[in-house]
T-cell receptor, first 114, second 108 residues
């Protein structure tokens, strides 16, 4: 158990809909990362937040957005869903202090778009 | 562009040593990571290299050559539980680029 929690575990929705995925980092970790893992594209970095501020952006679509709240939990919002958005979405947390590079992954949310 | 290559699959015998290679071409470099991922589970961190050389951590070691754009993960005394995918990832500026992963099967 990494100490990172994600909800829901599974989500099934229809094309065109909007969903919100939630992540609670390990206690004290300031940094949260979001990743998408699909069979054809492997693991892709989406976005990073640090202490409430966006820190880095990867291959995140404009239909997707994220935020990190004052209590450090984070949400990933996916809108206008397409079949190709079906994937496993992971969040990972990191202490965020100098020299800390290990990321702790949550169990993931499996999104199925039908 | 950004590109990371790893062998797709490897097979080794319990108790043996296996080396998983990773080559990368990225516009920047701020460190290389290795992760282990069992089927249906989340990745777990194995190692981080930012300087050339070998980092040893128990049965696992990771090597980096920045001039060659090359890294390897060395697994010693293989156990059945080491059967998993191994992901190489490069931090390029603020972005993370992952390789396709190497699926390792450890046979008795």
């Amino acid at each position: 158990d990494s100490g990172v929690t994600q909800t829901p575990k599974h989500l099934i929705t229809a094309t065109g809909q909007r969903v919100t995925l939630r992540c609670s980092p390990r206690s004290g970790d300031l940094s949260v990362y979001w990743y998408q893992q699909s069979l054809d594209q492997g693991l892709q970095f989406l976005i990073q937040y640090y202490n409430g501020e966006e820190r880095a952006k990867g291959n995140i679509l404009e239909r997707f957005s994220a935020q990190q709240f004052p209590d450090l939990h984070s949400e990933l919002n996916l809108s206008s869903l397409e079949l190709g958005d079906s994937a496993l979405y992971f969040c990972a947390s990191q202490p965020g202090t100098s020299g800390s590079y290990e990321q702790y992954f949550g169990p993931g949310t499996r999104l199925t778009v039908t | 562009g950004q590109n990371i290559d790893q062998p797709t699959e490897m097979t080794a015998t319990e108790g043996a040593i296996v080396q998983i290679n990773c080559t990368y071409q990225t516009s920047g470099f701020n460190g290389l990571f290795w992760y282990q991922q069992h089927a249906g589970e989340a990745p777990t961190f194995l190692s981080y290299n930012v300087l050339d050389g070998l980092e040893e951590k128990g049965r696992f070691s990771s090597f980096l050559s920045r001039s060659k754009g090359y890294s390897y993960l060395l697994l010693k005394e293989l156990q059945m539980k080491d059967s998993a995918s191994y992901l190489c990832a490069v931090r390029d500026g603020q972005n993370f680029v992952f390789g396709p992963g190497t699926r390792l099967s450890v046979l008795p």
